[in-house]
T-cell receptor, first 110, second 115 residues
């Protein structure tokens, strides 16, 4: 699986959009981009995934660049409960293993 | 309710003792995984199993053992050979869709402290 690069930490004001970037310049054509988040001392929670097209669900939006070398997770109206570590993962479906790096620690500020 | 359960949430053991961590899922998932997380670090894969009676080593399998006798269960034994067993242990499961996405669902974790 391709490796990803994320900033170690970010702040966001409550009620504003949080935009979390991820670089995956070595991604291959059959690899999906997944986003998870982990609130302290809990198991990671699945947020969203995508292959080529932008995706949106009730939690977030995922914007993938046309060359697929980077993506952005958007939390449209951040709340204090969104404070967590966010992991960007690139994964192909052979082997089914996921590689979790150190992620981005997002702090939502009142 | 469907989901993944891990028990216990907190576990204390004396050095040199083996300990088994439980993981059960009722999501009808084929694949199950064990990860270890140390403070301020990401998750590292210990073992994974794609089907019953089959499992593979992950990146840090030394000092650990697993079994997969039932689809719903994937217990992890931390043996006395594991040099630094104190950590947060996470179990996950997923489907095995071919040529499609396979998001992993995680349990709440077990925090193991070896005294």
């Amino acid at each position: 699986d391709a490796k990803t690069t994320q900033p170690p930490s970010m702040d966001c004001a409550e009620g504003r959009a949080a935009n979390l970037p991820c670089n995956h310049s070595t991604i291959s054509g059959n690899e999906y981009v997944y986003w998870y988040r982990q609130i302290h001392s809990q198991g990671p929670q699945y947020i969203i995934h995508g292959l080529k097209n932008n995706e949106t669900n009730e939690m977030a939006s995922l914007i993938i660049t046309e060359d697929r070398k980077s993506s952005t997770l958007i939390l449209p109206h951040a709340t204090l409960r969104d404070t967590a570590v966010y992991y960007c993962i690139v994964h192909k479906n052979t082997g089914n293993q996921f590689y979790f790096g150190t992620g981005t620690s997002l702090t939502v500020i009142p | 309710d469907g989901g993944i359960t891990q028990s216990p949430k907190y576990l204390f053991r004396k050095e040199g003792q083996n300990v088994t961590l439980s993981c059960e899922q009722n999501l009808n998932h084929d694949a199950m995984y064990w990860y270890r997380q140390d403070p301020g670090q990401g998750l590292r894969l210990i073992y994974y199993s794609q089907i019953v009676n089959d499992f593979q080593k992950g990146d840090i399998a030394e000092g650990y053992s697993v079994s997969r006798e039932k689809k719903e269960s994937f217990p992890l034994t931390v043996t006395s050979a594991q040099k630094n067993p104190t950590a947060f242990y996470l179990c996950a499961s997923s489907f095995r869709r071919i040529l499609s996405y396979n998001e992993q669902f995680f349990g709440p974790g077990t925090r193991l402290t070896v005294l």
